[in-house]
């Protein structure tokens, strides 16, 4: 089984702009977990994506978005972005919502200049 | 705040010893527990999770024990090898209603020396 996959893998962009991320999860799981890691924060949650439906969000700005297609891919959006918006951008995914294991992805690592 | 913390955030070991990593949680209610590897340039990979209604699981090499009393897990490598450098993260799910959102510790970076 394909484990979980994210694109691009790396990104640079310079303050302002927005950025769209890519996660395609497991076959057959359908919730898609977006956290945000960086050096001085750690592992932060950032949003949960059941059936298409956002279900939990973290303590972000509104600028941070994101949506969830019927198969289950699901994407992320930063807009306006900010020097410290520059982090590691991992998915994760599991079959359904709630207490069980969750695989993550490689990550994209954005660089905001 | 929310917090899964961690009691040392570096461990250097010896090859063939066992590894101990600690993690202190904040909340009673939390009722699933997991522990990550992440190695450089990687994404996190689970190594082993345990239940609230359980106090020890084991794995390959690995144990995870849990201590809801004063809120503490712990995970044990046997026979530390090389290849379990890395950084090793600890998380808690706070129950259904939480959904799939972990609250991850800061991490402890293992040193393995050959």
């Known amino acids: 089984k394909a484990g979980v996959t994210q694109t691009p893998r790396y990104l640079i962009k310079t303050r302002g702009q927005q950025v769209t991320l890519s996660c395609s999860p497991i076959?057959?799981?359908?919730?898609v977990s977006w956290y945000q890691q960086t050096p001085g924060q750690g592992l932060q949650f950032l949003f949960e994506y059941f059936s298409e439906t956002q279900r939990n969000k973290g303590n972000f700005p509104g600028r941070f978005s994101g949506r969830q297609f019927s198969n289950s891919r699901s994407e992320m959006n930063v807009s306006t972005l900010e020097l410290g918006d520059s982090a590691l951008y991992l998915c994760?995914?599991?079959?359904?919502?709630?207490?069980?294991?969750?695989?993550f992805g490689p990550g994209t690592r954005l660089l905001v200049l | 705040g929310e917090s899964v913390g961690l009691h040392l955030p570096t461990l250097s070991v010896q090859e063939g010893d066992n590894s101990i990593i600690n993690c202190a949680y904040s909340n009673s209610a939390s009722d699933y527990f997991i522990w990550y590897k992440q190695e450089s340039g990687k994404g996190p990979q689970f190594i082993i999770d345990i239940r609230s209604n359980m106090d020890k699981r084991q794995g390959q090499r690995v144990t995870v024990l849990l201590n809801k009393t004063v809120k503490h897990l712990s995970l044990q490598i046997a026979a530390t090898q090389p290849g379990d450098s890395a950084v090793y993260f600890c998380a808690e799910n706070r129950g259904y209603n939480q959904g799939g959102k972990l609250i991850f510790g800061q991490g402890t970076e293992l040193s393995v020396k050959p």
């Open positions: 076959s057959g799981h359908r919730s």
């Open positions: 994760a995914t599991q079959q359904v919502a709630g207490a069980e294991t969750q695989y």
